[in-house]
């Protein structure tokens, strides 16, 4: 079920914590508004020629070593290049219900400058959420730190599937962290396979 804003407003009596919430005008009918955060991974080119994401992992540099982090204050600005990626978290802290999921996208003006994001947030979760923003765009986009630059839509569902239950990559993060690709099973399997 697709809460809208009443739903929003009686979770966040009950068992929804969003903090700091600037303000309720953050809560639209059908979505809330998450503000750009303070702390940047900025991807760059570096000497290596590719990250390696496959299971042949002998000799390649670490995926941290592809992004430089930055720090910002509230209303500075970030450059994001063209074709650049940037790993983000939004301002505010969240925890998420065990029965509710969001889907993040970006607010519609910076969707229409070329910034795109692919965000879901399983129900459970706690911490400030990762935003993956790349911007497709041949332009540089400059965006103000701390202004509202992402849409979540919650879901809520039938049964509680927390997000704790097993092992996680990213759990309680108040800054963005770097892809844990090579953290996946699934790799592990494969180089098995080939060897």
């Not at 509710?100 to 399983?122: D, P």
């Not at 497709?136 to 630059?149: D, H, Q, W, Y």
């Not at 990213?170 to 396979?193: F, N, W």
């Amino acid at each position: 079920m697709h809460l809208q804003k009443d739903d929003i407003l009686k979770r966040l009596e009950e068992d929804l914590i969003i903090r700091p919430l600037l303000d309720i005008e953050q809560i639209g009918q059908l979505t809330i508004d998450f503000r750009l955060g303070t702390d940047f991974l900025v991807s760059f080119q570096g000497r290596d020629p590719f990250i390696n994401a496959s299971y042949q992992l002998s000799n390649s540099q670490p995926v941290k070593n592809f992004f430089a982090s930055t720090r910002r204050k509230i209303g500075q600005e970030i450059l994001l290049h063209p074709h650049q990626t940037v790993l983000c978290s939004t301002l505010e802290y969240v925890k998420l219900p065990n029965n509710v999921y969001a889907i993040l996208n970006m607010r519609s003006s910076f969707s229409r400058l070329g910034l795109t994001i692919s965000t879901i947030v399983l129900p459970g979760y706690c911490g400030c959420i990762s935003l993956e923003i790349t911007n497709t765009n041949n332009n540089l986009i400059k965006m103000a730190v701390g202004s509202r630059i992402v849409q979540a839509r919650l879901f809520q569902i039938e049964r509680d599937a927390k997000y704790t239950y097993g092992l996680r990559k990213y759990v309680a993060q108040v800054r963005p962290e770097p892809s844990g690709i090579t953290k996946d099973e699934d790799l592990e399997i494969l180089r098995s396979i080939n060897n």
